[in-house]
């Protein structure tokens, strides 16, 4: 059974070296699959960014409702809608002050569970209308299992909300698994919650 297999992958590498033909469909298909890929990973922001946007008008039109006079009894009871719509964005002063927060909550939850960050990147890009500013954040560290998921949890279900765009867990060296995190969070910019 061993030397079958044995014989079949010597085959399989030889036909591999002698057919660039082979080769390049393997490369158009891994190509292929990359691009899909990436573009799904396009489409889920696209989506998360049209609901930030979508709350962030209601969240506009209960605030108008809420000043108008004859409309009082109405803003009473919206009261509870805003505050819940206020709970789900971030709120800062500043584009740096946005990365800045984001920066912090994400170190005090990993020294919370105690995991390591090689690195933790911060960007941020604002939508079209200019309203709401986008901050982005990539990490990778050591992963720890049982650890980590508490970590996922924990950031899964924060208020103001934090969107968990990918996770994974590289096991490719025995001697270290790493884990890489990639999460946004929706910020409105100089306006006090």
């Keep these: 059974m061993k030397t079958d297999l044995q014989r079949q992958w010597r085959q399989l590498r030889q036909q591999w070296q002698a057919n660039p033909r082979l080769r390049?469909?393997?490369?158009?298909?891994v190509a292929i699959?990359?691009?899909s890929v990436l573009?799904?990973?396009q489409q889920q922001?696209?989506?998360a960014r049209q609901e930030a946007q979508r709350q962030w008008r209601r969240l506009q039109d209960v605030q108008q409702i809420s000043q108008e006079q004859h409309w009082h009894e109405y803003?009473?009871?919206s009261q509870s809608a805003l505050q819940q719509l206020r709970q789900q964005l971030w709120h800062a002063a500043s584009e740096g002050q946005a990365q800045?927060?984001?920066r912090d909550l994400l170190q005090q939850a990993l020294n919370r569970h105690g995991l390591s960050a090689i690195?933790?990147?911060i960007t941020s890009l604002p939508d079209e209308q200019g309203e709401l500013l986008q901050v982005r954040a990539d990490l990778n560290g050591d992963y720890q299992p049982g650890v980590w998921q508490d970590l996922l949890y924990e950031l899964g279900h924060h208020v103001p909300r934090l969107i968990i765009e990918h996770d994974s867990v590289n096991r490719t060296n025995a001697r270290r698994n790493l884990y890489r995190l990639g999460l946004h969070a929706w910020f409105v910019i100089g306006e006090e919650p």
């Design 24 to 29: 390049i469909l393997a490369a158009v298909v």
């Design 33 to 35: 699959l990359l691009f």
């Design 39 to 41: 573009q799904h990973l």
């Design 45 to 47: 922001q696209n989506q």
């Design 75 to 77: 803003a009473e009871h």
């Design 100 to 102: 800045a927060q984001l």
């Design 119 to 121: 690195r933790i990147n």
